[in-house]
């Protein structure tokens, strides 16, 4: 990835209770990013949310402690971004509650 250019932004929104095996889906996501050699992934954590499946439960505070929103942000040039995303579409295709996957072009201003 280099400065002044235009890259993707893959953002990836799911809730931290999201599984892949046993395992937090967001971690195994991310690792197979670095795996890939993508520029660079970030996991942030929400404090409040809710998915279009999910609605009622997921406004619910109490529960936060226990399930908050995640958002993945992954990003590099645009054929490496797609290039994962078809790589670890099936994880998303399993899963039984709601989730958003979007794309973005950014530009790079500074990277180092």
Not at 43 to 62: C, F, H, M
């Amino acid at each position: 990835m280099t400065a002044n250019q235009t890259h993707s932004l893959l953002r990836i929104y799911l809730s931290s209770t999201d599984k892949d095996a046993n395992d937090p889906i967001y971690e195994k996501i991310v690792a197979i990013a670095n795996e890939h050699g993508l520029a660079g992934a970030t996991v942030l954590r929400g404090v409040l949310g809710y998915k279009a499946k999910d609605r009622q439960s997921s406004l619910n505070i109490s529960l936060q402690k226990e399930k908050y929103p995640i958002v993945i942000e992954i990003m590099d040039k645009n054929e490496k971004v797609i290039s994962f995303f078809e790589k670890i579409k099936s994880k998303f295709d399993k899963m039984t509650k709601g989730c958003l996957i979007t794309i973005e072009s950014i530009d790079v201003l500074f990277y180092k």
